[in-house]
C-alpha cells in the first residue's frame, strides 16, 4: 500500500507540474483512471483540457490519440474502416484512432448523435466492433471527452445513454490570477509538458487498478450510495433519477479516491465529495430545454445530498 501511494502521489504531482492550480481536478481524472472510468470535461475553450490529457498520457506512459469531432465525422473515421487490398486479394481492417490507452475526444458535442453512438461500445465494453469482428482496447484504456458549453454555436446534445457512460463530469474552471501569473510567465503547455517524463508503465497502472476492487467499504457506506439513489428516484422535480450505473460508479470512484489517498478503506468524505460529479449528468429534471435541466439537475441533486445523513 505505502509503493501504491507513493506512485499515485508523484503521478500527482507531475500532472499538477503542468495543469497548474487545479489540484482538485487532477484528483478527479486520476480517481477516473483508477476506476476503469471514462471523464468528461465540461468548460469554455482554452482552460487546459487538451493538456491535461496530454499530461497524464506521457506521465504513465501509454499510447496517447486525440479525435476532433466535426459535424462532418463519420463513425468509421474513429473506429477504423476495412481497405481492400489487391495485392493479397482480400479486405484488412485499418484501425482507427480509437486505437489508444489514453483517448482525447475533443469536443464530443461537436459532432452528430451517429457518430456520438460510435463510441459507446469503446467506453462500456472497453472493445470496438467493426465488420463482425471484434477488436479489444487497452489495457488500461481511458477517454476524456471535451465538451463546450451547449450555447456555442454547431454544438449537439449528448443523449442521456451517451452521458450515463462517463463515470464523471467535471470543469476544470478558469485559473486563480496567482496561478493564471505564472503561466503566462513558465508557459507549462510549452515547456513542462514537452520535458514530461513518465512516472509510471502502464503495466503498474494495471496492477495499481486491480487494487481498487479490494478497497474495504463498510455496508453503512454501502447504504448511504442506495439511499442517494433512492432519494433522487423519489424526487418529483426530476424524471430521471440515478440508475444502479450510477450507484456501481458511485461505489468504485469512492474506492478509487480512498486508495489514491493512500487507504484501504472508503470513508463517508470519499462518497460525499465525489457524489455531485458522478450523479448529476445521469439525472434530468422536468425543465423543458436539456441545456436548462443539466444546469437544474445539479442543483436538484445538491439539494438532495443534504437530505441524506452520513454514516459515522
Do not use: W
Request: include cysteine.
Amino acid at each position: 500500500m505505502k509503493e501504491c501511494a507513493e506512485k499515485l502521489a508523484a503521478l500527482r504531482r507531475n500532472i499538477e507540474s503542468v495543469l497548474l492550480g487545479k489540484e482538485e481536478v487532477v484528483r478527479r481524472v486520476l480517481v477516473t483512471l483508477l476506476a476503469r472510468g471514462h471523464i468528461l470535461l465540461e468548460d469554455v475553450p482554452g482552460v487546459g483540457k487538451t493538456i491535461l490529457a496530454r499530461a497524464l498520457a506521457r506521465s504513465i506512459d501509454c499510447i496517447f490519440s486525440r479525435i476532433q469531432l466535426t459535424p462532418d465525422l463519420l463513425p468509421s473515421d474513429i473506429l477504423g474502416v476495412s481497405i481492400y487490398d489487391s495485392n493479397l486479394g482480400e479486405f484488412s481492417f485499418k484501425r482507427g484512432p480509437i486505437f489508444a490507452q489514453i483517448v482525447l475526444v475533443d469536443e464530443i458535442n461537436r459532432t452528430t448523435p451517429r457518430t456520438q453512438s460510435a463510441l459507446l461500445e469503446a467506453m462500456n465494453e472497453s472493445q470496438v466492433t467493426a465488420d463482425g469482428k471484434t477488436y479489444p482496447l487497452g489495457p488500461p484504456f481511458m477517454i476524456l471527452a471535451t465538451q463546450n458549453p451547449y450555447e456555442f454555436e454547431g454544438t449537439y446534445f449528448l443523449p442521456e445513454n451517451q452521458l450515463d457512460r462517463f463515470m464523471l463530469r467535471t470543469r476544470i474552471g478558469y485559473p486563480a490570477k496567482e496561478d493564471e501569473r505564472e503561466i503566462l510567465r513558465v508557459q507549462p503547455a510549452r515547456t513542462r509538458l514537452a520535458e514530461l517524463r513518465p512516472v509510471m508503465s502502464a503495466a503498474e497502472l494495471v496492477a495499481i487498478q486491480d487494487q481498487v476492487l479490494s478497497v474495504k467499504m463498510d455496508d453503512a457506506i454501502v447504504d448511504y450510495i442506495l439511499a442517494i439513489a433512492e432519494a433522487s428516484r423519489r424526487n418529483e422535480e426530476l424524471t430521471i433519477g440515478l440508475s444502479p450505473r450510477g450507484s456501481l460508479a458511485l461505489m468504485q470512484a469512492s474506492r478509487a479516491a480512498a486508495l489514491l489517498e493512500g487507504r484501504d478503506y472508503v470513508v463517508p468524505d470519499d462518497v460525499k465529495g465525489l457524489a455531485a460529479c458522478v450523479c448529476a449528468h445521469r439525472l434530468l429534471t422536468k425543465a423543458l430545454t436539456q441545456d436548462g435541466s443539466a444546469a437544474a439537475a445539479e442543483t436538484v441533486f445538491r439539494r438532495i445530498l443534504k437530505t441524506i445523513p452520513v454514516p459515522q
